[in-house]
Nanobody, 120 residues
């Protein structure tokens, strides 16, 4: 199982970026996929998550600005980030929880971080 993340970069405050994360590998089902971020000197925090049923959850600071979505197959997740602020600067990490064949508990996988830098 692999997660391939892309889409980070440098943007001015008020600008937009879209992150993508593609899940690859043979599993029974994907439980949920989401994005976390970690700024220098801070702990990693959940940004947004979307589950198998399509329900979403966001951290308070990004509500109304970020939107998480997925493709029809459910293997690629997107994070559309609008009205970016300097405090959004961080490494963004894709995460997935999934069920392997023959296992009763979920497994988790992290993608490589992608840097988002928002200049003021």
């Amino acid at each position: 199982v692999q997660l391939q993340a892309s889409g980070g970069g440098l943007v001015q405050a008020g600008g937009s970026l879209r992150l993508s994360c593609e899940f690859s590998g043979r599993v029974l089902r994907i439980v949920d996929m989401g994005w976390y971020r970690q700024a220098p000197g801070k702990e990693r925090e959940l940004v947004a998550v979307i589950n198998r049923g399509g329900s979403t959850n966001y951290t308070e600071s990004v509500k109304g600005r970020f939107t998480i979505s997925r493709d029809i197959a459910g293997n690629t997740v997107y994070l559309q980030m609008n009205n970016l602020k300097p405090e959004d600067t961080a490494y963004y990490y894709c995460n997935a929880h999934f069920m392997r064949y023959g296992r009763s508990s979920a497994s988790t996988r992290w993608g490589q971080g992608t840097l988002v830098t928002v200049s003021s």
